[in-house]
């Protein structure tokens, strides 16, 4: 190859030269300090006690500094001429790691009294090789609780009660690729992709990343998700590395977006291509593959399948997904699989009640009584704001690009219609932030959308310099090489002579953002930790009771508590003492109350069998935290235990107390 030939190939790839890439940008020094900082702060947190407003106010000043630092390097980065996609993963590893990394390292058991119901379920399907779908609602949705116990075998370890505390940390990472496929097929710039990565990483504080059956479905989903938008969604589009992207790129001003932007969107559309030009031996692998991939998600989880059914149904009803039949082959899936559950569920959970009650569907989880600590109204409005301050900039997002094409009515569709899902169901209360949790991807990257403008026109002008002739491809190079990717190239592209960015609102709308995402993050994610973080004493004492005591019924004074977690939870059935939907529901505790317990009790067993009632320190904190009773309700109920005959001390340590009541009919 001549110099004239390479020297022509070089611009045209714009290959950088060798100084501009062993240059050396300010975030390779400021992202390892964040990193050693945050690290610092991690070893020198103290959560002995975690007082009203949870782990962040045991976090030392030190480790806010790494996070912040983190943050500026994002920004410069972000608003630096040239996007290096190795700096911008390292920079979205280490802000996954340092939000869902913290809690594994400074707590030594796994947060949330619900982990442990799973953990419970995976250890009975690991110790009978089989299921019992009269047990609960877990056991016929067996998916995850088998993968996790066949992990458990391969892996060797002796049950999830020692890596659980992880499952945050590993799914979140997981998610990070799945969601840079989906923006790349919905053609967001450098700038928008990244960005958006950070906004959900940041603002997924409703926890559903535990160790659990709705962690593996967000996952799924994303993985379906990312199939379906790579090789299934139909937008403007143009050759590229064997399949066909869109050409109007989301934000950009393109002579296609210039036509939106005229009010000739919808003309523009018309104008393009049919499906994706792929083989259709390809297509139909690619729909087999999502079929079989649904399926694993639809016993894996009750929720997730419809909210992805209503996602893709609404794309291939805008005419956006091909094959259109698609959505109704996933629908059959779903419906075949819950028909035979569905008296079970509709027994034990009221699914036809709920139906078309989308109003009190919708209701966010509601405070139990009226005397709720102001630490934790703060820790919810906190909540509240970082979910509400996404959407509002989705929407704003969705008005200031809504004349871009079909990708932003695409991000539309996805973000928004999951809340279809609360006409039909509640899900406990939480149905409000299930439709949070699958709009987020979408949400956020609409966010992005509105605080990273696309390219300018300016920036798609020739670039000044090399003539046509010298941009020509070079013989041997495609012009499905060569023409779409100068275009993608040239925003990233580095300068002959650099300038630093200059500081203006469009410079730092993105890490203004991001830095309160990252604040609000921590009182939602973190501020509940007073009652969530389970103390090990308090694991180590409940297990070791379920494991050796004489299986009974167990009254938990509240059920926030590790009160599950053995192979043999079912054999220990729960009954709640105090607060709603509990053995007194809304009637005040009197000295009676042993005396109560034990006739209920005598109802279930007939006397053959032990009865227990437990009470803990995270009980305790929750209802000082929510106030689900009066706060002397705990000592009532302890000193009415005490005096009684019937029953026997048998566990006081740790700030656990556990009373038995004996059977009064013996068992041969």
Known sequence: MTAARSDRLAMTLQVPPAASRARLHASDVVLPVSVVLWAVGVSRTNVTTIGPYGLPAALPIVYYAGVALLVVSAAMQLASDRISGGRMSAHAVALVVMLYGTAPLVYSEGRYSWLYK????????SRHGHLSRHIDIYQN????FALAAWFGRVAGVGGPLGYAKWAQLVFELAALPLLYLIYDALSLTTRQRWLALFLFSASNWIAQDYFSPQALG?????????????WLYLSRSSQRSGRTPPTNAVGQASQTEHADQAGQADQADQAAPGPPRVPARFTVLICVTVVLGYLVLTFSHELSPYILLVQLGALAVAGYLRPRWLPLVLAAVAVGYLLPR????????????SIGDFFRNAAPPAFVLGNVAGSQQFIERCAELLAGGMWVLAAVGLWLRRRSGRNVRALALLAFSPIVVLAAQAYGQEGILRVYLFSLPWTAALAALALVPGRSAEALAPAPGPSAEALAPAPGLSASRSAPDRSAERETAQPASPRPPRLSWAVLRPPLALGVAVALFFPAFFGDDSFNAMPQPEVATVLSFLESAVPGPV???IDNAPLADTSKY???PLTRILGSYSLLRKAPVTPAIASTIAADSRKQTHGTEPAYVIVTPSMIAYNRAYGVTAPDSFTILLTALAHSPTWELIVHRAGITIYELPPTVPVH
């Open 555 to 557: 009254y938990c004074a």
């Open 141 to 144: 949705w067996p998916g995850f």
């Open 570 to 572: 079912d054999l220990f």
């Open 218 to 230: 967000t996952l799924l989903s994303l993985g379906i998700m990312a199939l379906a938008m790579r």
């Open 342 to 353: 569905f008296s079970y569920v509709n027994s034990h959970y009221g699914l036809l009640k």
């Open 118 to 125: 799973t953990i419970g379920v995976v250890q009975y399907v």
